[in-house]
């Protein structure tokens, strides 16, 4: 077996998802990679929402029965959690959405209704880049369209990285917002937020960033990324589907309008008009997901458990070990950093010219699963003339050995179609 210095003790881990069990296909052992897409859950997340729904199942914030209160204080608790895991200076500026793209367009929403100095208009620029998910782009698009405001971007250099040579001349005075992933879900690039997030302050814009590939696989600050909206979503960490969060300074919260309108985020209500509730609830209209919540706040629990450096040296290992191993595979093409360095665990490639969707299914036959297709990335594939790519992405519970079953199997796809 590959020994690799900095990983974690896989095989107690893989205990904790019943998932890893599975076998399929008549018997073959099930080796997950498509954890960029989303992760398994421990069994101390299905305990949590099982648990839940067995003992405490009510609404929350509105009753003053004894299940009310149980279900708001785990609600609630859940927050806490969330604003503990990110480093929030305060609780209240946790919002609950049903995912990152839900957060994102929170955002994009709010200052397309916003008064100054935050209003996006016709005299004004939104800045995201080439290589974002497209629930960070579409909702821009929706925005600019809306408003009549001009949406820039960052260009990509041939190694997957974002193209900064022009920042000066990408953000100006006349941007906004500046909206841009941290860790890129198809590349796997750890962008540099610094020098982004220094230029948006030189000019007065609002910083927004996309966490999802970051949050469940290494330490996130937000008050260290000094951005002023942080994104992420709880299925991708071991969490249950239907639950994100959008971080946001408590003073923007605070100005900004709601995007959602309904139960829970009103203060007084006439048939004239509405005031609303302070924030966070104040962008949680209606009933939240309360055990998508209790849920998550079990994974943060697990994951914390753990040590996110932890789980950062291990898919560091991983990466390098994996980044090794396929530039071995002939044909194949990395599409992204050919180095573990400032990269995530999420490798993106082609492989001669065998379109991506059977590389898939072949893997697939032999109880390999990883994604296929543009990942919600299609601008990423236009800029490389590619169709599609073939995405293998790691977690806490890979191991080398499922590296060396995938480089195998890529050797049997070859062999399959000659």
Same mark, same amino acid.
Request: net charge negative; charged share 20%.
């Given at each position: 077996m590959t020994q690799l210095p900095g990983l974690l003790d896989t095989e107690a881990i893989r205990k904790d998802f019943p998932i890893l069990d599975r076998q399929v296909h008549d018997g073959r052992k099930l080796v997950y990679l498509d954890n960029a897409a989303t992760s398994q859950k421990p069994r101390q997340v299905l305990d949590a929402l099982s648990e839940y729904y067995e003992r405490y199942n009510a609404n929350v914030h509105r009753g003053v029965h004894v299940l009310a209160e149980e279900a708001t204080a785990l609600y609630e608790g859940a927050r806490d959690k969330v604003a503990a895991f990110v480093n929030a200076p305060s609780r209240d500026e946790v919002i609950f959405t049903k995912n990152a793209s839900e957060s994102?367009?929170?955002?994009?929403?709010?200052?397309?209704? &916003?008064d100054e100095p935050y209003r996006v208009d016709h005299e004004t620029?939104?800045?995201?880049?080439?290589?974002?998910?497209?629930?960070?782009?579409v909702p821009w698009q929706l925005l600019a369209q809306r408003t009549g405001a001009k949406l820039k971007w960052f260009g990509l250099t041939d190694d997957g990285r974002l193209d900064l040579s022009n920042i000066d001349e990408i953000i100006t005075e006349k941007t906004?917002?500046?909206?841009?992933?941290?860790?890129?879900?198809?590349?796997?690039?750890?962008?540099?937020?610094?020098?982004?997030?220094?230029?948006?302050?030189?000019?007065?814009?609002?910083?927004?960033?996309? &966490?999802?590939? &970051?949050? +469940?696989?290494?330490?996130?600050?937000?008050?260290?990324?000094?951005a002023d909206f942080v994104a992420f979503t709880g299925h991708k960490m071991c969490g249950p589907t239907g639950i994100g969060v959008l971080w946001g300074r408590q003073e923007l919260l605070e100005d900004l309008p709601p995007f959602l309108g309904g139960g829970e985020m009103i203060e007084t209500v006439s048939m004239h008009s509405s005031t609303y509730a302070p924030a966070p609830h104040k962008f949680e209209a209606g009933t939240p997901p309360i055990a998508q919540a209790v849920g998550m706040g079990a994974a943060i629990d697990y994951l914390t458990s753990i040590g996110m450096?932890?789980?950062?040296?291990?898919?560091?290992?991983?990466?390098?070990?994996?980044?090794?191993?396929?530039?071995?595979? +002939?044909?194949l093409r990395i599409i992204g950093p050919t180095t573990a360095e400032d990269r995530g665990a999420a490798i993106s490639f082609t492989l001669g010219d065998i379109h991506p969707h059977d590389v898939g299914q072949v893997l697939d036959e032999q109880g390999i699963a990883v994604r296929v297709g543009h990942h919600c990335a299609r601008p990423v594939c236009l800029r490389y003339g590619i169709p599609a790519t073939t995405r293998a992405s790691f977690y806490l519970y890979s191991t080398p050995a499922e590296i060396d079953a995938l480089v195998d199997g890529l050797e049997h796809v070859r062999n399959f179609f000659g």
């Open positions: 994102l367009n929170l955002v994009a929403n709010m200052l397309g209704w &916003a620029e939104i800045v995201i880049t080439e290589m974002e998910h497209h629930s960070n782009i906004k917002i500046v909206s841009f992933v941290l860790v890129s879900n198809i590349l796997g690039t750890v962008n540099p937020v610094e020098a982004i997030v220094r230029r948006a302050q030189e000019v007065g814009a609002l910083v927004c960033v996309d &966490a999802s590939q &970051a949050a +469940p696989h290494m330490p996130l600050d937000v008050q260290a990324l000094q450096d932890k789980i950062l040296a291990h898919e560091h290992a991983l990466t390098e070990y994996a980044v090794k191993r396929l530039t071995e595979v +002939p044909d």
